[in-house]
């Protein structure tokens, strides 16, 4: 008897409990889907999400995964309206949130936030998303070292590294949430704080990837496509990692806006232009980006600011490609080097808002203030 009722005490809890935290992301068509995950107690074994839908509340039921006391859950959302604003809540107890789905086209401007190196110190991070939320993109896209929960010289085990997440992931939650209650998805790629060929287990239950693959493409209807690549943290930059961009960049010829994101730079600002990454960079994809002429590349790690000039074959050429950058999100920023590609640089932390429409995309630098301190425009492809 008293068994019985305590595995009825220990449902009735697993029901009523609330999220850890929770976070939006897209693994595939951002126009029609939205991927929620959350994290919970190992008791709480619940997978229901609520969906407001067409001003009815239906619930819909994902599926979780145990990771060291925890129970990281996950439900895609599918066959949803273009250019939609959903509600949502995770359990009874919890708030109502929101979320919008990508428009199919680029009737309105369109904008998103990219940034790197984000919660390596929580107070710069904290001022920085105060600022991004205001700005009320549709989306972030994030270029590695996110959480800072890896580190190649500490021994952390995986609890440590699992409890870096959740703060980092609180903290998105609390900080990256407009006015009416919209949560910010974000796109991700890993950084060398994140992971690494011997330590990926984590970052993959953390989040939905379909293969355990860095490289990905993202479409967005028929108007932007952002390429996340991997700068050697799990795959290689070389071989079947350039053979997929050749193969992806040759079906996106009609796609007039396309971005390249990923952590290490080809430019780096900091870090050594002679590094064993950047030149792998430089030769097996820059020549890539400028055969098929894409619309910039943000690169990260340095933690700095910084533009190029427009480069095309390693020299600086008006048809060239700009290489924005260099990850200052939430980390201290560095002085920068004399380097014959930086038109703009800078010690100075920053992010960069897109807006897309038309006839041109706007991309301009974000400071810690807010302001808008250096942009420049590109026209369609």
């Not at 008791?43 to 994902?62: P, R, V």
């Not at 006391?69 to 604003?85: A, E, G, K």
């Not at 549709?138 to 996110?146: E, K, S, T, V």
């Not at 580190?151 to 009416?180: N, Q, V």
Request: aromatic content about 14%.
């Amino acid at each position: 008897m008293r068994y019985s009722l305590f595995l009825v005490l220990c449902f009735a809890f697993s029901l009523n409990a609330k999220p850890i935290t929770f976070y939006l992301s897209w693994y595939d068509d951002p126009t029609s889907t939205m991927t929620i995950q959350w994290i919970s107690e190992e008791s709480d074994i619940d997978d229901t999400l609520h969906l407001n839908k067409e001003d009815k509340w239906i619930s819909q039921t994902g599926s979780h995964r145990s990771f060291s006391q925890y129970n990281i859950h996950q439900i895609t959302l599918s066959q949803l309206t273009p250019n939609t604003t959903y509600s949502f809540r995770i359990s009874d107890d919890e708030a109502t949130y929101q979320f919008q789905t990508a428009p199919l086209t680029l009737e309105t401007p369109l904008r998103f936030v990219v940034g790197g190196d984000v919660y390596l110190l929580k107070k710069l991070f904290r001022k920085m998303s105060e600022q991004v939320a205001e700005l009320n993109p549709l989306f972030c896209a994030l270029g590695g070292d996110l959480a800072y929960a890896f580190h190649h010289h500490s021994l952390r085990i995986h609890s440590d590294a699992l409890r870096r997440w959740i703060s980092f992931l609180s903290e998105w939650k609390k900080y990256m949430i407009t006015k009416d209650q919209r949560v910010i998805p974000f796109l991700v790629t890993a950084g060398n704080h994140d992971l690494d060929r011997d330590h990926f287990e984590l970052f993959f239950n953390l989040f939905a990837f379909p293969q355990k693959k860095l490289y990905r493409s993202i479409n967005f209807g028929n108007y932007l496509n952002l390429l996340f690549l991997d700068t050697n943290h799990l795959d290689p930059i070389e071989g079947k990692q350039t053979a997929w961009l050749k193969q992806t960049l040759q079906n996106q010829t009609n796609i007039p806006y396309l971005f390249a994101i990923y952590h290490e730079a080809a430019y780096p600002s900091f870090y050594s232009y002679e590094g064993i990454i950047p030149e792998k960079i430089r030769t097996f994809w820059c020549p890539l980006f400028d055969q098929h002429q894409i619309s910039g590349a943000f690169e990260h790690h340095n933690h700095t600011f910084k533009r190029t000039y427009p480069i095309k074959n390693q020299k600086l050429d008006p048809q060239g490609i700009i290489y924005f950058g260099d990850g200052c999100w939430g980390a201290a920023p560095r002085k920068t080097n004399e380097m014959w590609y930086l038109e703009k640089k800078g010690r100075k932390n920053n992010v960069y808002l897109v807006e897309l429409t038309q006839e041109k995309s706007l991309i301009q630098a974000i400071d810690l203030s807010g302001k808008a301190f250096d942009e420049v425009s590109i026209k369609p492809r």
